[in-house]
């Protein structure tokens, strides 16, 4: 059985992350499309370095979403820097390739991780980054819930243009 099915939603469901994608994930992370919208564009990333990666963080808290309908990874996402004793945490999450975007998944797979962050890692507030230009997410992260709280002006440098890095949380209680 190559995923798990960890946090079932309608459509998709988070599983734990495989080695066996590695290519996979290395043709989405070397996609400006995908790396914009993370700010890792300028990164090289070979697939041994992605394999290792895999490896030491599967554990972690670290996610891919899969399409139910086909078993199909279409992306990944994690729970990220959790901080136990204040409880709160940062999440990230990207859908791979572009026919798969603006379409739910997204948004879905950030519901099942919140919940997860505050149903079972007792988390309390959930924040996540994201740049200016990034509208289609900024949306998604709306429709879920979260809430600007602040910018980062001018952070983020990409083609010439300089952008704000978006703040944005939610707290257990607004769920």
Do not use: H, P
Request: glycine share 8%.
């Amino acid at each position: 059985m190559k995923y798990i099915k960890k946090l079932v939603g309608k459509r998709v469901y988070l599983s734990n992350i495989n080695v066996e994608d590695a290519e996979t994930y290395v043709k989405w992370f070397n996609d400006f499309s995908v790396t914009d919208g993370l700010g890792t564009s300028c990164r090289m990333l070979s697939l041994e370095s992605e394999k290792e990666w895999i490896l030491q963080n599967s554990d972690k808290y670290q996610f891919a979403i899969v399409s139910l309908e086909n078993d199909e990874l279409i992306g990944g996402c994690g729970i990220n820097f959790i901080e136990q004793l204040r409880q709160c945490a940062e999440v990230g999450l990207f859908i791979g390739d572009e026919e798969n975007r603006s379409k739910g998944y997204g948004e879905e797979a950030l519901n099942l991780l919140i919940d997860y962050g505050f149903d079972y890692l007792n988390l309390n507030n959930i924040m996540l980054k994201v740049f200016a230009f990034n509208e289609r997410a900024i949306n998604c992260y709306k429709k879920v819930g979260f809430k600007e709280i602040g910018r980062r002006r001018q952070s983020y440098y990409l083609k010439g243009k300089f952008y704000d890095e978006v703040y944005m949380d939610i707290l257990r209680e607004e769920r």
